[in-house]
C-alpha cells in the first residue's frame, strides 16, 4: 500500500524567505506527482505536476523535483509571499487496471509573515 | 476553459437519509474521480469513473456509490448518511490520468 508522508506538518516563515517542503512516497513504481495548495474551506490547486521520467518542473516561483529511486519530492518555493499561505498536499499516483488514483500527504500548513 | 464544477456546494442531512453529489468534468475530461477530505484521515479516494464505467474503488463501505453519465458528470449517492460522513467531498477530472483538476468540493454536514 502506497503511503506518502509530508514534513513538516506546519512552516511558519518571514516573508521573503525561500522554504522547502518534503514529500516522501513508499512505493517507487509511480505514474506521476503532483503538488496541490488548498486554501482553507476551499477546493485544490494544481500547482506542478512530474511525470514518473521527469526530474523536475518549474512554473514561476515554484520549483518540484523527484527523486523516484530514493522516493522523495521537494517543492521549492522562492521569495515567499503572505499570499502564498495555504496548505500544500502532495500527491502520488500510480496506475492499475488504467485507473489512476491519487495517493496524498497530509499536507504543510505554510503561514508567510508579513 | 470551465474548470470543474460540484453542486451543491454545501448540504446538512440528517442521520439515516441519504444524499447525491454532482460534480461537472472540465470539457472534453472523461475520467471522474471523488475523494473524501476529513480532518483526521486527509484526502482519502472513493472511486474513479471512465467513459461510464468504474474502473477504481477505494476502501470504502458499499453505502457510498456512484455513476457516470455518457457526457462525462458524475454522481456520487451516500445512503444511510452518518455523523462520520461529515466531510468535503472533492471530484476531480482528468484527461487520461494526466493531471487532475479539482473542483471547489461540496461540504456534507451530517447531524
Known amino acids: 500500500k502506497q503511503e506518502v508522508t509530508q514534513i513538516p506538518a506546519a512552516l511558519s516563515v518571514p516573508e521573503g524567505e525561500n522554504l522547502v517542503l518534503n514529500c516522501s512516497f513508499t512505493d517507487s513504481a509511480i505514474y506521476n506527482l503532483q503538488w496541490f495548495r488548498q486554501d482553507p474551506g476551499k477546493g485544490l490547486t494544481s500547482l506542478l505536476l512530474i511525470q514518473s521520467s521527469q526530474r523536475e518542473q518549474t512554473s514561476g516561483r515554484l520549483n518540484a523535483s523527484l527523486d523516484k529511486s530514493s522516493g522523495r519530492s521537494t517543492l521549492y518555493i522562492a521569495a515567499s509571499q503572505p499570499g502564498d499561505s495555504a496548505t500544500y498536499l502532495c500527491a502520488v499516483a500510480y496506475s492499475g487496471a488504467g485507473s489512476y488514483q491519487l495517493t496524498f500527504g497530509k499536507g504543510t500548513k505554510l503561514s508567510v509573515i508579513p | 476553459k470551465a474548470g470543474v464544477t460540484q453542486t451543491p456546494r454545501y448540504l446538512i442531512k440528517t442521520r439515516g437519509q441519504q444524499v447525491t453529489l454532482s460534480c461537472s468534468p472540465i470539457?472534453?475530461?472523461?475520467?471522474v474521480s471523488w475523494y473524501q477530505q476529513t480532518p483526521g484521515q486527509g484526502l482519502q479516494f472513493l472511486f474513479e469513473?471512465?467513459?461510464?464505467?468504474?474502473?477504481n474503488k477505494g476502501n470504502f463501505p458499499g453505502r457510498f456509490s456512484g455513476r457516470q453519465f455518457s457526457n462525462s458528470r458524475s454522481e456520487m449517492n451516500v445512503s444511510t448518511l452518518e455523523l462520520g460522513d461529515s466531510a468535503l467531498y472533492l471530484c476531480?477530472?482528468?484527461?487520461?490520468?494526466?493531471?487532475?483538476?479539482f473542483g471547489p468540493g461540496t461540504r456534507l454536514t451530517v447531524t
Open positions: 469513473y471512465f467513459s461510464e464505467t468504474q474502473r
Open positions: 476531480a477530472s482528468s484527461h487520461e490520468g494526466y493531471e487532475q483538476y
Open positions: 470539457s472534453g475530461h472523461r475520467s
